[in-house]
């Protein structure tokens, strides 16, 4: 089985302040793991994902995502947000022998001008 | 490329009603998968699709949903008869094959289903 938990249902942060938004998983073996953004009215985006290596994965528009092993997190960061990253985002999980993806509840990051 | 295309944008219909949502996958991808996303229970995986072929439906939430894909290009979803708790936002998205390692799922713009 494989599980994804993004405790924080809305994140707030100052424009031009660090974002980080939470995410854990539960999987049996080796995670994929991934990042989602969604716009208003819009598709999921694809933003970033960890296969295997390094632990710090970046990503567009100037995310990146730190990957934890022994904390099972996969947190989303950007050094410096703009109002424009104001959006749902999604992380999702996939164990290495599973075929689907399964996605946290999402987390509602407001970035305040 | 364009995309994942998904057909209508949205749809008003009556309960009781046909409901027919249609998705074209990006070239080239091989898995393709349905899924609907509601406030109360979020982005829910209804079915999908290696190769045209149903892999797993164990998310379709009864009967009245159906899902096809008749050719690499096309796919569809129907709603027979609709009710009104069938209102959602159902994506689309295709993918490389679906146990490809770390392969990202590309997801259309969505369909907004309202059943009155």
């Known amino acids: 089985a494989q599980s994804v938990a993004q405790p924080e249902d809305q994140v707030n942060v100052a424009e031009g302040n660090p974002l980080t938004v939470k995410c854990t998983y539960s999987v049996s073996g080796n995670p994929y793991l991934f990042w989602y953004v969604q716009y208003p009215n819009r598709g999921l985006q694809f933003l970033l994902k960890y296969i295997t290596g390094d632990n710090l994965v970046k990503g567009s528009y100037g995310f990146e995502a730190e990957f934890n092993k022994s904390q099972t997190s996969f947190h989303l960061k950007k050094p410096s947000a703009l109002v424009s990253d104001s959006a749902l985002y999604f992380c999702?999980?996939?164990?290495?022998?599973?075929?689907?993806?399964?996605f946290g509840s999402g987390t509602q990051l407001t970035v305040l001008p | 490329d364009a995309g994942v295309i998904q057909s209508p944008r949205h749809e008003v219909t009556e309960m009781g009603q046909e409901v027919t949502l249609r998705c074209k996958p990006i070239s080239g991808h091989n898995s393709l998968f349905w899924y609907r996303q509601t406030m109360m229970r979020g982005l829910e995986l209804l079915i999908y699709?290696?190769?045209?072929?149903?892999?797993?439906d164990s998310g379709m939430p009864e009967d009245r949903f159906s899902a096809k894909m008749p050719n690499a290009s096309f796919s569809t979803l129907k709603i027979q008869p609709s009710e009104p708790r069938d209102s959602a936002v159902y994506f689309c998205?295709?993918?490389?094959?679906?146990?490809?390692?770390?392969?990202?799922?590309?997801f259309g713009p969505g369909t907004r289903l309202t059943v009155l």
């Open positions: 999702a999980v996939r164990a290495g022998s599973a075929r689907q993806l399964t």
């Open positions: 998205a295709s993918s490389l094959r679906a146990g490809g390692a770390g392969n990202e799922q590309f």
């Open positions: 699709f290696n190769n045209n072929v149903p892999i797993d």
